[in-house]
């Protein structure tokens, strides 16, 4: 008989991982896996719901050599901040890639999909964006928002964060909380476009269906990563960011196809080359990375199974070790 499954609430998730250079190498191995071809993924399964403005995913990927995989499903509501509720949840099923058998439920409440989205904005980070940042900016305002600049700060320790939001009062919010989170200058900055121009560092982190970064505003020693494209529909940079970038890199080619950044550029014929590089071959060297410090690089990222996969078998990991 297979062992009982292991039932872990959110709190005694976080008490077992939190937002360290552990995490964000963890992550990094993940795209390298996915890479390399030793990852099985299949689509993400999606479901719309426009009448409760929100959204359900399901994510599952087999990494060769764990001995695990993960199922999970996300949970997107998107009015529940004004109900005093995080917009995002979920849970994660861990299972035997031996026998099948579940291990473990992870009653994270979308934690862990937190934990490895900011991770992969730090890999992003640390292998796209110059080698110097002192000025790092984020669209929104949100929890994500956060993450994202502080995973950031861990492989690019900069100076000054700037911040817009549509909520000013939010924004206002979220720089202050950061500034005391990651002991930076913190300045809100009320039109996206000078944030841009005064950035080497951007992370877009909304669930904007319209364009919220113009090509034209971006800029020798830019990096940008874009994070919240992770739908069908969904957009935040202008599809002709992609063609005025040097280098432009997805977290899976397939998928941006579907739900990234890719796929509105494809969409309105402003991209006509190849398909993008990833970010697993920039880390593995099959491609190449930023080469100048004045390059302008993109990453997309729509978040993976394989990400979900190998913080599953982390969590586990930590919870041997403790």
Known sequence: MPAEPLLLSED?????????????????????????????????MSME??????????KTAFIAGLDVFALKVSTGFFDNPARGMPSLGGMVNVLSALDGSVRAVFLDNGYLTDLRTAAAGAVAARHLAPEVVT???????????RLQMRAAHLVRPFERVLVWGRDLEKAASCAADLAQDIGVEAEVCSDPRLLVKRSQLVVTTTPSFTPLVQADWLHPELHITA??????????????????????IADSAAQ????????????????????????????????????????ITIADLTGTGAQD?????????????A
């Open 12 to 44: 005694r998730l976080r008490a077992l991982v939190a937002l360290h250079l552990d995490v964000v190498d963890v992550i990094e191995q993940a795209f390298v896996a996915l890479a390399e071809g030793r990852v099985i993924m299949p689509p993400i």
């Open 49 to 58: 719901l426009p009448m409760l403005n929100a959204e359900v995913d399901a």
């Open 135 to 145: 000025t790092a900016g984020v669209i929104g305002t949100g929890l994500q928002a």
């Open 227 to 248: 994070m919240g494209s992770d739908a069908p529909d969904k957009g935040e940079l202008h599809p002709r960011c992609l063609t005025r970038a040097d280098l432009y």
């Open 256 to 295: 941006v196809r579907l739900r990234g950044e890719w796929r509105a550029a494809l969409e309105s014929g402003d991209w006509t080359g190849d398909d993008p590089a990833e970010l697993g071959q920039v880390i593995g060297g099959q491609a190449k990375g930023r080469t100048d410090p004045r390059q």
């Open 309 to 321: 996969t190998a913080m599953a078998a982390h969590v586990l990991e930590r919870l041997a070790d």
